[in-house]
């Protein structure tokens, strides 16, 4: 079954600190990776994605994220948080095989809360 | 400023009543998708459009939910009748939807239907 894990409900981390949202899939082939942000009351807002090339991809509000084909991993990062970060994250995962190309598949969300 | 437009941004009515929530997608945009947000549930996709033909509503409850798109630059969800456990944010979205769509989504702001 293809898939996407985050493993966080929430994340806290203090204003200045590095941040990291984790997040995993599982799917067949090669697969396209994105990263969400909905804050409050808002429709969700496209981060950042990794099709192919280099394994960091840098994306809105300074926000990167790194691609691990061997883990199946595609954690967010950031190396300062802002309190104005604070925000519900999704991770998705659009697979490349099995006719659902259009479809994106994503995770819970985890809430980062960044404290002043 | 290109964005996806959604009907009505709250919606309050009761159990039995029909519920139908309007997009406007961006216009070129030939793929357009409704997504449900709960609580419990997170995002669900509950049906999927190219070129104003479904391509997927495996997602949705066929004995009370239906979405069709009268035409390129109107999609439409209904729910007859409507039922407390309806009661969630749903979701427009559009994307470009060409061999060159790598998979990039955007948002509406959301319809918010609670039902008494």
């Known amino acids: 079954a293809q898939s996407v894990a985050q493993p966080e409900d929430q994340v806290n981390v203090a204003e200045g600190n590095p941040l990291t949202v984790k997040c995993t899939y599982s799917?067949?082939?090669?697969?396209?990776l994105f990263w969400y942000v909905q804050y409050p009351n808002r429709g969700l807002q496209f981060l950042l994605k990794?099709?192919?090339?280099?394994?960091l991809v840098k994306g809105s509000y300074g926000f990167e994220a790194e691609f691990n084909k061997s883990q199946t991993s595609f954690h967010l990062k950031k190396p300062s948080a802002l309190v104005s970060d604070s925000a519900l994250y999704f991770c998705a995962v659009r697979p490349q095989l099995g006719g659902a190309t259009n479809k994106l598949i994503f995770g819970t969300g985890t809430l980062l809360a960044v404290q002043p | 400023d290109a964005r996806v437009t959604q009907t009505p941004r709250d919606k309050v009515t009761e159990m039995g009543q029909e519920v139908t929530m309007r997009c406007q997608p961006i216009l070129g945009h030939n793929t357009v998708f409704w997504y449900r947000q709960t609580m419990m549930q997170g995002l669900e996709l509950l049906a999927y459009?190219?070129?104003?033909?479904?391509?997927?509503d495996s997602g949705m409850p066929k004995d009370r939910f239906s979405a069709e798109m009268p035409d390129a630059t109107l999609a439409t969800l209904k729910i007859q009748p409507s039922e407390p456990r309806d009661s969630a944010v749903y979701f427009c979205a559009s994307a470009l939807g060409s061999f060159r769509d790598t998979g990039e989504l955007f948002f509406g702001e959301g319809s918010r239907l609670t039902v008494l």
């Open positions: 990794y099709i192919t090339g280099d394994n």
């Open positions: 459009f190219r070129n104003r033909a479904p391509l997927d």
């Open positions: 799917v067949s082939g090669n697969p396209y």
